[in-house]
């Protein structure tokens, strides 16, 4: 069946609610299905027009996400615009129409071709009236976001603040009344771009698998010559306060020892780490691992650095240990197939979120479940998100991986089993299934069910 436009009528959505089997989910997120798999006719949104722009972190995958809003845009009818540096450019008026040709030859590139930048004004309500103000002259009233949980609060506080700020521009004689009618509801869509994964509504985050690959290129490379002068290498991660890349990484490296907020250590770490080493070097390994994701804390919150392992390690086993930090590495290089793959199908989904906005639909982010493209509620997500480190600053660290989610919780127990020195004592003990399952959680699974939207054209 076809509506007006011509465009296959979509089927009716339904919000399904996220199956989980963590006891007592404090907070459950109800996604809405997304148009995967659906056909839409060329042009069946015509006389829209979309803005998309970065903001925050860089994070590779991006620019694949971004080149997906544009192709799908322009295909389905709507005039798309580059909103460059971020908010500033908002501000400024920085704002560029985008075409077909203008989004090639960059979906392997990581960072953001349009660029990303902070801005003091945008937080200023008049910075804000200046960002609506170059927004509404080319007609624009539909946002796409990439960025991080503050860049996707502060877009649906824009949002939220939309019609008093078309009422002061016309009160102030800079738009006319037609401008604002052709404007009178701003729609967001957003799409988290960070390396850490640490946003609750997604199973994974434009960037992170790009980000451990680069870990884990570094960790093979440092393996060799760890090996060669039996040395104990301690890798810093990224990950601010979650411990996503660094937990992972350690399964994947099989490291000794990984430290991660959401797990933290006994005060007594010291001894238990040297003891795990001094073993692991009496059972014949000449080399030693360990993981510290940069927002590591013991069980009382104070903070562990790189530095405090490795001094730990020289005063207590007097083995030649080095630090690597990797830093900002881990934002670049090319994006990896997962992210490209997972830029693409967030960036056309958002563009058909946009296009289904009615006045009333709050603003959502586009996420990962399982192996599906859905709509989240942004705001439910960022919440969820900052109660994983109102979690951690209570000690409250069980809940804490809670709220991370069953991937993470999977990701943890498989650690904690392939990660001891010495085999079970019965073989019922180690329970395989929990192990397969946690190496699915990974999420390196790109399966064959990629139910492509980009076979909506998005070439």
């Not at 509404?136 to 506080?157: F, H, K, W």
Request: hydrophobic share 40%; net charge neutral.
């Amino acid at each position: 069946m076809a509506d007006h436009t011509g465009r296959s009528t979509p089927k009716k959505r339904e919000l399904v609610r996220l199956e989980s089997t963590i006891e007592a989910d404090p907070m459950k997120v109800v996604p809405l299905m997304g148009s995967e798999g659906e056909s839409f006719r060329q042009g069946c949104y015509a006389g829209k027009t979309i803005a998309v722009f970065t903001s925050g972190g860089d994070a590779q995958g991006m620019n694949a996400a971004v080149r997906a809003v544009v192709r799908m845009g322009i295909y389905v009818g709507c005039k798309v615009y580059y909103i460059n540096e971020g908010y500033q450019g908002m501000v400024d008026g920085n704002i560029n129409e985008a075409t077909w040709n203008s989004a090639s030859g960059i979906v392997e590139r990581g960072g953001t071709v349009i660029g990303s930048a902070r801005c003091m004004e945008f937080r200023e309500r008049e910075g804000r009236k200046r960002a609506a103000l170059n927004l509404v002259q080319r007609g624009i009233s539909n946002l796409v976001v990439i960025g991080g949980d503050g860049s996707l609060t502060g877009a649906n506080e824009f949002r939220l603040e939309w019609s008093s700020l078309l009422d002061d521009l016309l009160g102030d004689g800079k738009i006319t009344p037609e401008q604002k009618e052709a404007c009178i509801n701003l729609n967001v869509v957003g799409m988290v771009g960070s390396i850490d994964n640490d946003f609750c509504g997604t199973d994974m985050t434009i960037g992170a698998d790009s980000a451990l690959h680069r870990i884990m290129e570094a960790v093979d490379a440092i393996s060799t010559t760890a090996h060669s002068h039996q040395r104990t290498f301690v890798l810093e991660v990224m990950g601010r306060h979650c411990g996503y890349l660094a937990l992972v990484a350690a399964i994947s490296s099989e490291a000794e020892y990984v430290f991660i907020p959401e797990w933290p250590p006994l005060t007594t770490w010291p001894d238990q780490l040297c003891r795990k080493l001094q073993r692991t070097r009496e059972a014949g390994q000449r080399l030693n691992i360990v993981l510290v994701a940069e927002g590591a804390i013991d069980c009382e919150g104070t903070p562990i650095s790189a530095e405090d392992v490795k001094r730990v390690i020289t005063e207590n086993l007097h083995q030649d240990t080095r630090i690597t930090v990797l830093g900002h590495v881990q934002r670049g290089g090319k994006a990896s197939a997962f992210d490209r793959i997972l830029g693409c199908r967030m960036g056309a989904e958002a563009v058909i979120a946009l296009m289904e906005a009615t006045p009333s639909t709050p603003a959502c982010v586009i996420s990962l479940d399982g192996n599906l493209a859905v709509r989240v509620p942004l705001m439910e997500c960022v919440e969820k998100t900052k109660a994983v480190q109102k979690a951690m600053n209570e000690k409250d660290f069980d809940m804490a991986q809670r709220l991370r989610g069953k991937s993470f919780i999977n990701n943890l127990s498989a650690y904690r089993k392939l990660s001891k020195i010495h085999p079970p004592s019965s073989l019922h003990a180690c329970n395989l299934s929990d192990i397969q399952c946690s190496a699915v959680s990974i999420k390196y699974n790109l399966q064959a069910k990629n139910r492509s939207i980009l076979q909506n054209n998005v070439h």
